[in-house]
């Protein structure tokens, strides 16, 4: 029993998913608010996932505690992801909110993991920014996304979503 980390290449562009399997760490109780799967009917066993604690937002991505619960034997798989909407003068981003001048929106992916989660068990899981999002946050400063998780062994998939801001991490100024 162990966790298993690894990135992956997504195809030749500069972002990366992370994936990550869980099999270790038995949940607390979980409150019931924000729990996501399948009600299902007499005899259904879907699994389904609920947030252990609130998402917390850091310098280098969003970090939520998740906790799968189901059957003996069952499993949450799911995908994490983060994106954010750029603001286009023509090719150029200007920013990540409305501006005055005409400009239209491309909603970009800055962050994206995929887990598989034990019943019964709770893990804390954070993918780092890609290249991507680690550009836009030095331009801005700030980072509003929006964060999607997808439990993907239902039929059809479920997802929740909620918002949060990742700020750039301050360097000390040095004193002469």
Known sequence: MGVVLGLLAAGSGSSSISTTSILAAPAGSSGGTGSVGSSG???SA?????FAGP?????????????CEGAAGTACSGREQLTTVEKLVGSKVSGLSARKK??????????EATFTLAAGYTHTIG???N???ERLLKRFGNLPVTLTITLLN??????????ATIKQKHKPRKHR
């Open 41 to 43: 009917g007499a005899g």
């Open 46 to 50: 879907a699994p389904k996932f609920a």
């Open 55 to 67: 998402a917390i937002a850091s310098s280098t991505g969003v970090i939520v505690s998740l906790s």
């Open 102 to 111: 005409k400009s239209r929106s491309k909603r970009v992916v800055v962050a």
């Open 127 to 129: 993918p780092p920014l």
């Open 131 to 133: 290249a991507t999002g």
């Open 154 to 163: 239902t039929n059809p998939p479920t997802a929740i979503k909620t918002k």
